[in-house]
């Protein structure tokens, strides 16, 4: 029993899951924010075109069962389609959809700006090279120097596998049979 409190412990105080305690409170919190917005704002004004562009505040909503109370119809006891609120919500996950993009857009961003550059190489490699006194910039002159070198045999394999295609093969022949031919 002492084991699993000490790995619950271990699991709870890891970054990641505060970091997603956190996260889930405050989108909680900002999707509350953003239910309002849409239940209070946009709901009402979707009710509103929608009644404009159908005549009536009957085009808003389709009516499955109306309970009329002294003539007029009861609508917290009527059965009835909101139109209004199915916008309301698809608009409601649309604007968490494109919030949620760009904050994970933007903490990716931020992930690439301040992750550190290994310059092609492996973590052990580079540290192991800043442990040996290397400054930045050297490691840097190295990478490129390592570049340039891989580049460079890559070119020169390139052409050397060229050599061996049926197009230069057929070049080379028909080079040496103008040669034969001028003689």
Sequence with gaps: MKKFFKEFKAFITRGNVIDMAVGVIVGGAFTAIVTALTTHVFQPLVNWALAGAGGGLESAVTMLKAVEVDGVIDMSQSIYIDWGAVISAVLNFLIIALIL???????????????????????????????AGKSEEEIEKLA??????????????????KKHTVEYLLEEIKTLLEKQSEK
């Excluded at 993009?101 to 090279?129: C, Q, R, T, W």
């Design 144 to 161: 490129a120097a390592r570049d340039k070198a891989k580049a460079e045999a890559d070119a020169a394999a390139a052409e050397e596998a």
């Design 101 to 131: 993009f760009s904050i994970v857009k933007a903490i990716n961003k931020l992930h690439e700006v301040s992750a550190p550059k290994y310059y092609g190489y492996d973590k052990k490699e580079y540290y192991a090279m800043r442990r």
